[in-house]
């Protein structure tokens, strides 16, 4: 058996560390992907009710507005792959932690509790990074939205009727 009294308590509040900081991120994650998400539909929203102008000075704005929606788009995509290697990172740190448990029990660790340390160690690092890119290019299609509705002129811009006229 173990010869550290300690080791329950170091273990609990080292459970507990890592639950609040898979919670930190998923917040995260999810901020992420909505932020992107909701960016990309409003997005294509005003693109929709943008067909309805009669306007050449619209053009920076639309070529904008398309780059703008590559970022969220990638923004949206990194936040999804991030998810699945998060899942990857917690069940390594799963696997870890019943590791440890049976070495201080004096228990046969199999290799592939070895192999979940491992993979948690690797894991965290591009979790930490596609979470970072996915704020970060919703920041850079915000940037290029202002930036492309900055360069627009919209006093040349008129309306134009689709709705047929009733005989």
């Known amino acids: 058996m173990t010869t550290d009294p300690d080791w ?16 930190l ?11 992107n998400s909701g960016a990309l539909v409003a997005l294509l929203a005003f693109l ?6 009669n306007c050449a000075e619209m053009a920076p704005l639309i070529g904008g507005l398309v780059t703008s929606a590559y970022y969220f788009g990638i923004g949206a995509s990194a936040a999804a792959i991030d998810t699945a290697i998060a899942y990857i990172y917690q069940s390594g740190i799963a696997g870890s932690t019943w590791a440890n448990y049976k070495r201080r029990n004096q228990l046969e660790v199999r290799p592939a509790e070895r192999a979940s340390e491992i993979i948690s ?3 965290v690092w591009p979790m930490v990074l596609l ?7 919703f920041v850079f299609g915000i940037f290029e939205v202002l930036g492309a509705y900055a360069q627009t002129d919209f006093t040349q811009c008129t309306a134009i009727n689709i709705v047929p006229k009733a005989d």
């Open 25 to 35: 991120g998923m917040m995260s994650l999810k901020t992420g992907l909505v932020v």
């Open 131 to 137: 979470a970072v890119a996915s704020l970060t290019l």
């Open 121 to 123: 160690s690797v894991a």
């Open 8 to 23: 329950e308590e170091r273990t609990s509040v080292f459970i507990h560390a890592d639950r609040a900081s898979v919670d």
């Open 48 to 53: 929709g009710s943008s067909a309805n102008l």
